[in-house]
């Protein structure tokens, strides 16, 4: 049977690794807008519509809304 301390010591251990996942599940999506907002060149508004919202776009779509850089096509 574990101590009084060591049961204690878990159960922080517990409600940190908890908080600390609750900080980085608010902080990956604004990591993700900013980091998009970077590489798009598009206001950070702007791309936090488009990620909240689903789309389906073509690639020559996605190439003009400055998702993807290049579109290969077969020959």
């Known amino acids: 049977m574990k101590g009084v301390h060591a ?14 996942s609750s900080v980085f599940q608010g902080l990956l999506p604004r990591m993700c807008r900013i980091t998009f907002q970077a590489l798009t060149g598009k ?3 702007l791309v936090s519509e488009d990620m ?5 776009m073509s690639a020559a779509e996605a190439q003009a809304h400055g998702i ?5 096509v077969a020959n």
Do not use: G, M, T, Y
């Open 43 to 45: 206001p950070v508004w």
């Open 52 to 56: 909240e919202r689903d789309a389906f």
């Open 7 to 20: 049961r204690l010591n878990e159960d922080k251990s517990f409600l940190f690794i908890k908080h600390i």
């Open 68 to 72: 993807v850089d290049l579109v290969a």
